[in-house]
């Protein structure tokens, strides 16, 4: 979308400045330069930046300070035109004060949108603007400042395969739903949940984060004193079956780099409560959202390859696929451990069902077999963690700056790009990373095979890991 907009339309901006957006795919939050000119909101990257990575139209906007992040100095601004919400994180409570005014001024318009309800054909055409003729208003839309008509036409398949997935991604909410159960499992909530009162048994809670499909809570439990998460989610027809495979999965899976699973709840019938061991560390997005000032060095990058490598050699063995390999999914404890966490995306494999393609996940960290919709197994998430080294390398995963639809477009056709800084880091470094990334299924390893990599024998331990942790912290 932002590139419809020729320079003039933030030249001359009323309102400009730094402030911390959270991603609308990857829950992290990014410093961005923002600029507001006229009705209309950019923000880029950095701000001697040629073009903004992103644009908020802000005809009858809604703008208001909120608590929903847990972060201060926040606001939530919905805008209607788009049908999205932002939060945006200020330095201060005056400076975002400030800026709540200059959105509201820039409110201060109507727009209307037409609905459709038209039967397409869609055809590759050399005469349109888009390169296709016969596209849905909603596609056309989408496909308009990601994907150039030349690549298009030079790759037509691609792109309708991007736009259907995409769509069907923005119709089912924030990320695509996992197929059903296979057919072999006849289990139901009512084998998993403890029949107490979780209302009783836990308190003093406060929400340290959100999951795949809920919110997550830190409480103490009051019979032990232990400090416990809380996975919240709600109880719906159309996600009961996967609640019964995530909490099946993580019941089942006991290893110490696997989050444990304590307990589980129905509260109010309609609400299930997952209660899990803490990880006073956070995340590993965490740390990488203060990558300007901390930085991995290779050894630290290598133990959290290690310790993930771990959990999925056993995930695998279990002939499982987790499907949501990422640093948001990497929880950490204040000793340094490295533990894998939410399974609201992982598959169990059967001998009815020995491969998938069902397209889960999330769209940067996706292999291309995936995306594609071709049968898939363990290996996607081989293809994840290396997408998961780039951001601990760089502090983001490649193509971070488009829309999913254009990232999941070149992530097809153009593949992965090399590491901006090579000479930064070894050999092994290179090869497990290479290896990890291998676009040929057959060729790229299995999870057991690469924990013998060289590169691991350079991991750090625990006690060394620590120091990036806290220094996280203190820079957040």
Same mark, same amino acid.
């Given at each position: 979308m932002a590139a419809e907009y020729p320079p003039s339309s933030w030249a001359k901006p009323e309102k400009e400045g730094e402030l911390r957006k959270q991603g609308h795919v990857v829950k992290n939050w990014k410093k961005r330069w923002f600029r507001i000119q006229h009705d209309m909101l950019f923000y880029f990257k950095d701000r001697n930046d040629e073009r903004p990575v992103g644009v908020v139209p802000l005809r009858m906007c809604r703008v208001a300070e909120t608590n929903k992040t847990g972060k201060p100095f926040s606001i939530e601004l919905i805008s209607?035109?788009?049908?999205?919400?932002? &939060?945006?994180?200020?330095?201060? %409570?005056?400076?975002?004060?400030?800026?709540? %005014?200059?959105?509201? %001024?820039?409110?201060?318009?109507?727009?209307?949108?037409?609905?459709?309800?038209?039967?397409?054909?869609?055809?590759?055409?050399?005469?349109?603007?888009?390169? &296709?003729?016969?596209?849905?208003?909603?596609?056309?839309?989408?496909?308009?400042?990601?994907i150039t008509k030349t690549e298009v036409l030079e790759n037509p398949e691609q792109a309708l395969s991007v736009l259907e997935f995409e769509s069907k991604r923005q119709k089912e909410g924030k990320v695509p739903v996992p197929g059903p159960l296979p057919e072999e499992t006849n289990a139901t909530l009512n084998d998993f949940i403890s029949r107490d009162d979780p209302t009783k048994s836990y308190k003093g809670m406060t929400k340290i984060g959100e999951g795949a499909a809920g919110e997550v809570f830190g409480a103490t439990n009051t019979k032990n004193g232990m400090k416990v998460a809380i996975k919240k989610m709600e109880i719906n027809n159309e996600n009961i079956k996967l609640l019964v495979t995530e909490i099946g999965i993580m019941k089942s899976s006991k290893h110490l780099n696997i989050v444990e699973y304590l307990d589980a709840y129905i509260v109010d019938d309609r609400e299930l409560w997952v209660v899990m061991e803490f990880m006073g560390g956070g995340c590993l997005t965490d740390v990488l959202e203060s990558f300007d000032s901390v930085q991995m060095t290779e050894p630290q990058i290598a133990y959290v390859a290690r310790e993930t490598l771990k959990s999925l050699a056993y995930v695998h063995s279990l002939h499982r696929i987790h499907r949501d390999i990422k640093s948001d999914n990497i929880l950490l404890s204040s000793d340094g451990l490295v533990k894998l966490a939410d399974f609201g995306y992982a598959a169990q494999l059967t001998n009815k069902q020995k491969v998938r393609n069902t397209v889960v996940g999330t769209p940067y960290w996706m292999a291309p077999e995936l995306i594609r919709g071709h049968d898939y197994g363990t290996k996607v998430d081989i293809w994840s963690l290396g997408i998961m080294l780039i951001e601990m390398a760089?502090?983001?995963?490649?193509?971070?700056?488009?829309?999913?639809?254009?990232?999941?477009?070149?992530?097809?056709? %153009?593949?992965?790009?090399p590491l901006k800084d090579q000479a930064k880091w070894s050999r092994e470094f290179h090869d497990f990373f290479q290896k990890c990334l291998d676009v040929n299924v057959q060729t790229r390893p299995e999870a057991a095979e690469l924990l013998q990599h060289p590169f691991l024998l350079k991991s750090a331990t625990p006690e060394n890991f620590k120091p990036v942790i806290q220094a996280a912290r203190d820079a957040s």
């Open positions: 209607p035109k788009i049908s999205k919400t932002f &939060f945006i994180q200020g330095s201060s %409570k005056v400076e975002i004060e400030d800026w709540m %005014k200059a959105l509201e %001024k820039g409110s201060e318009y109507s727009c209307v949108g037409t609905p459709y309800n038209v039967e397409h054909k869609i055809h590759v055409d050399f005469n349109s603007t888009t390169g &296709f003729s016969g596209l849905p208003a909603d596609w056309e839309a989408m496909l308009k400042g990601t760089e502090g983001e995963p490649p193509y971070m700056e488009y829309p999913p639809l254009r990232a999941l477009f070149l992530i097809t056709t %153009k593949g992965i790009p």
